[in-house]
């Protein structure tokens, strides 16, 4: 069981629709991230949240926009995307935004953008 | 920005065999984690190295943290076929990091025939 859950596990969408990612972690972190996972490339940091502020944007466009309303709780808004954001969406959560701190990431929601 | 280079990029054995990967970076490190990944799931933590030198186990999982701090090894011993999986080594350099800004290797895919 995972202390991070990620809805829905799957999507596909079209370039002109508008959808969100959800996330929710139950263990207690003030911190959380979004990372995008395509086939064959690390896993890449999109943003990051402490405390409910934005503490990091890795130069992701402005179709991806994340909103974190409390430390429980991050989503990702979806529109006009590109075939190419097509990706394993990750969300993790850590006790804060520190260097050492241990991720611990959900399971992911599969985006496929037709 | 900083890269981690991981070998072998994918494996292949026989189950009961013991597999060793490694991690290697250009920047020092003072914190090496390694993932597991199973396919449809998101990383889950195995092993946090912290020290020069650390040699950690997990089960029949075994991390080293390099004496140089621009590398480390992960060990399996005696896999079985729930070992299959994308295994990622990953960490903060130790200059220029900020925040949270993990690096995360491309990964060892290893496929564990019985």
């Known amino acids: 069981e995972t202390g991070v859950t990620q809805t829905p596990r799957h999507l596909v969408m079209g370039m002109t629709n508008k959808k969100s990612l959800k996330c929710e972690q139950h263990l207690g972190h003030n911190a959380m991230y979004w990372y995008k996972q395509s086939a064959k490339k690390p896993l890449e940091l999109m943003f990051v949240y402490n405390f409910k502020e934005q503490t990091e944007n890795n130069s992701v466009p402005s179709r991806f926009s994340p909103e974190c309303p409390n430390s429980s709780h991050l989503f990702l808004h979806l529109h006009t995307l590109q075939p190419e954001d097509s990706a394993l969406y990750l969300c993790a959560s850590s006790q804060a935004a520190t260097v050492n701190e241990k991720l611990f990431f959900g399971s992911g929601t599969q985006l496929s953008v037709l | 920005g900083q890269q981690l280079n991981q070998s072998p990029q994918s494996m292949f054995i026989q189950e009961g065999e013991d597999v060793s990967m490694n991690c290697t970076s250009s920047?020092?490190?003072?914190?090496w984690l390694w993932y597991k990944q199973e396919p449809g799931e998101g990383p889950v933590l195995l092993i946090a190295l912290y020290k020069a030198g650390e040699l950690t186990s997990n089960g029949r999982l075994t991390a080293q943290f390099g004496i140089t701090r621009k590398d480390s090894f992960l060990n399996i011993s005696a896999s079985i076929p729930s070992d299959v999986g994308i295994y990622f080594c990953a960490g903060p350099p130790l200059r220029g990091a900020s925040g949270s800004r993990l690096t995360f290797g491309e990964g060892t895919q290893l496929t564990v025939n019985p």
């Open positions: 920047s020092i490190f003072n914190t």
